[in-house]
């Protein structure tokens, strides 16, 4: 097996055009600033990918105009970094629906932000990837803040406030989500989908339109979980109508208004 050279970013840097590393190390060094500016994208592809900054000096990631992350492949750390106005990729080679994709790749995320992003279905998706994401913040989605398509995963201490579309959205996944808050999700906060399978326990759901909804052959075990003056609590229906009944299985009512769908 070949060895991958090994790339150190420590300075700012402008990005004008889009930029590709294949088959690489790349050290993204604490206190970093990147700027991605006129429609310039970040792909990676193959490579191991670290984004490693501290609690004192943090990665900021900012786009300026319609700007994307996309990683093919990958093994994928990223701590203490803030990503601020990304939008879905769209070039004359390829289209996806959101800001930052991870396709068949292995996902660590911790102590980071990912705010206002411009427009998208979502702005991460997991696709056939496996995903750890602990103490991280959602703030102003423009849609989906997270879109899990066929992938396993970790959520634990995130904090989600105001999204545009739904908070979590399974499909065909297994996840696993403790110890986080949904505030404010303008459709779904939790949607399970497509045969999911999905677990929620020590979570508080404030203020969104559905707290939890599951669908389509999926199963969703919820404990211990706090639903506060959300439109609607709880709801199980069909939507494509050749998979199993879904299955909602709850420890107790903890809401201070049950609502039923």
């Known amino acids: 097996k070949l060895k991958k050279d090994t790339i ?25 600033n990147i700027n ?25 990631v900012k786009g300026f105009s319609k700007n994307s992350i996309y990683f093919y492949d990958c093994n994928v750390n990223i701590t203490n970094t803030n990503f601020d106005g990304l939008s879905n990729l769209k070039n004359s080679q390829l289209s996806l629906p959101s800001a930052i994709t991870f396709y068949n790749s292995i996902a660590d995320i911790s102590k980071s932000i990912f705010k206002n992003n411009i427009v998208g279905d979502d702005y991460l998706n997991f696709y056939n990837s496996l995903f750890t994401i602990d103490s991280v913040s959602i703030f102003n989605s423009y849609a989906d803040a997270i879109d ?30 403790n110890d986080s808050e949904f505030h404010n999700v303008y459709d779904k906060a939790i949607s399970a989908g497509e045969a999911s399978d999905i677990f929620l326990g020590n979570c508080i759901l404030e203020s969104n339109e559905l707290a939890l909804v599951v669908k389509d052959g999926s199963k969703l075990v919820s404990v211990n979980n ?31 208004s049950i609502n039923l769908f």
């Open 36 to 60: 991605l500016l006129d429609n310039s994208n970040l792909f990676f592809k193959n490579s191991q990918v670290y984004f490693e900054g501290t609690n004192s000096k943090n990665i900021y």
């Open 148 to 177: 899990s398509d066929f992938s396993t995963g970790k959520i634990s201490k995130m904090f989600m406030d105001k999204i545009g579309n739904d908070g979590l959205d399974f499909s065909g996944s297994i996840v696993n989500i």
């Open 226 to 256: 706090y639903l506060i003056n959300n439109r609607i609590d709880y709801a199980v229906f069909f939507k494509k109508n050749f998979y199993e009944a879904p299955s909602l299985s709850t420890d107790s009512l903890n809401s201070l």
């Open 8 to 32: 150190h970013l420590n300075t700012n840097f402008n990005l004008k055009k889009s930029l590709t590393f294949n088959n690489k190390v790349i050290i993204i060094r604490e206190g970093v």
